[in-house]
């Protein structure tokens, strides 16, 4: 059908869960997720007849609704919720429900109550997807640490060679930044609020009604509490139509997050050069084709995870800039430009995870690239560790050693040779001197920070296993 978003242009998201997750179907459907539990609120409150809430669930199907017909009538209110309700209620007369139904759907409501809690409601259930899919990527990060916690290789600074460090530590190291870009996603979701105001934030239309039907013991901030049950939603005691905090707290998670698989993934590319070689991205049958050469195998995981990383910081930027020019009692135009920009974000969220799930649990390792490219630095690898053991017992200190080794760059001649002539055996023995320029040896703390991401992922993993 004409009109319907595949994602056809959004690769890292197309055809995967997040296309599902956060549709124009699925915000339609927390939409009526939304008006049909307020209606069983105010039934279970004895506010309206039981019947009126069994006759808005019968409608609240989105199935009902031809969605390319409410996206046509969608400007004329500049939402959505606005052409929903005339469907809605034109679906009841239709069941033949009573006209009083009519009135308990929206009952006290604004747009913007249901349209929030609507977005919070598809973010909750895109959350729960994508902390799944980091729960494999984190195993899979977690595997590769402790596979390769010792295992030697180059460590690179603004792009080249620095010093040893191990494989271990650089997975060490995307897992950290994955941890804890999840704890922060976690906290969002335990905290996702309901947005209930009514019409300017006060919910006087409600106050008013409960008033008049004399149900002064079933108080709006019960009622709204209720709702928030309902949903399983946080109940925030207040509405936060222009404190769009809950909006920028998660639009920041999720971009959190696709950060930090970004970095991975962008590692993975420049290690998986053929000229370097020293990841491979998993071989999987119709996965990382060329149209024109048949001879490539393109690492189209960690490509979409950088599509990811560059798309995520336009698109919060759109969040604050629309919470930072939020005015009066609705926003207007910053409010409406929170929708597509967040729902992007949870969409390029979920889907980075699930490229980063079978990415980390399927990467190759070329641990003999690994020890070529050490080794391609040669001993000057090791010269900060030379300049400060050997400066005492060579002539002229650092500045000497340091002349040594740009001698060793420029004429190709061996460091260790040229070490050897100028230290005395009886200062430095040939045993020494071998210890001192052996990678494996000057790792500092290396294995020390691996083992704390380890056990903090033990930890996390322990937590994540007594919540489900």
């Not at 539990?37 to 199935?63: D, F, H, I, T, Y």
């Not at 919070?120 to 595997?143: F, H, K, P, S, W």
């Amino acid at each position: 059908m004409t009109g319907v978003d595949y994602g056809i242009l959004s690769p890292t998201w197309a055809g995967g869960q997040a296309a599902e997750l956060a549709s124009d179907t699925a915000f339609v459907q927390a939409m009526l997720d939304t008006e049909a539990a307020w209606v069983r609120v105010q039934a279970a409150a004895g506010l309206c007849p039981e019947q009126e809430a069994e006759a808005v669930a019968a409608v609240s199907q989105a199935a009902r609704y031809d969605l390319s017909e409410l996206a046509s009538k969608t400007p004329d209110g500049a939402n959505a919720l606005i052409p929903l309700l005339g469907m809605m209620r034109a679906q009841l007369a239709a069941d033949g429900a009573p006209a009083s139904a009519g009135r308990s759907l929206h009952r006290g409501a604004t747009s913007q109550d249901i349209i929030d809690t609507a977005l919070v409601l598809v973010l909750r259930r895109g959350i729960l997807a994508l902390r799944e899919n980091l729960r494999t990527a984190a195993q899979g990060l977690a595997g590769l640490a402790l596979e390769h916690r010792d295992t030697v290789c180059i460590a690179r600074s603004l792009t080249q060679h620095a010093l040893p460090t191990t494989f271990g530590y650089k997975a060490a190291a995307w897992l950290s930044s994955l941890l804890a870009a999840e704890r922060q996603l976690g906290l969002v979701a335990e905290s996702l609020p309901l947005q209930w105001g009514g019409a300017v934030g006060t919910l006087a239309s409600l106050d008013q009604f409960l008033a008049d039907h004399r149900a002064e013991d079933r108080t709006s901030a019960a009622l709204s509490s209720a709702l928030a049950t309902e949903l399983s939603l946080h109940d925030p005691q207040l509405p936060w139509h222009t404190n769009r905090q809950p909006i920028v707290q998660a639009g920041s998670a999720l971009a959190g997050v696709i950060a930090a698989l970004g970095t991975f993934g962008a590692d993975v590319l420049t290690a998986s050069r053929p000229e370097i070689a020293e990841l491979n991205e998993p071989r999987e049958a119709g996965k990382g084709g060329s149209s024109a050469m048949p001879q490539k195998q393109n690492p189209v995981r960690s490509v979409l995870l950088r599509n990811a990383a560059f798309s995520a910081p336009g698109l919060l930027s759109t969040l604050f800039t629309a919470a930072g020019t939020a005015v009066d009692e609705r926003p207007d135009g910053g409010w409406h430009a929170e929708w597509p920009a967040l729902r992007e974000l949870l969409r390029l969220a979920v889907g980075a995870a699930e490229q980063a799930a079978v990415l980390a649990v399927g990467l190759q390792v070329n641990t003999a690239a690994l020890d070529r490219n050490l080794r391609l630095g040669g001993d000057a690898v090791l010269s900060e560790r030379l300049a400060t053991v050997l400066a005492p017992v060579v002539t002229g200190g650092k500045p000497a050693i340091q002349q040594l080794v740009l001698r060793s760059l420029s004429d190709g001649v061996s460091l260790r040779e040229l070490l050897r002539a100028e230290i005395p055996h009886d200062q430095l023995t040939d045993a020494q001197l071998d210890n001192l320029l052996d990678p494996a040896g000057y790792l500092g703390s290396a294995i020390r920070f691996t083992d704390a991401v380890l056990a903090d992922y033990t930890n996390w993993k322990e937590s994540w296993q007594s919540r489900n």
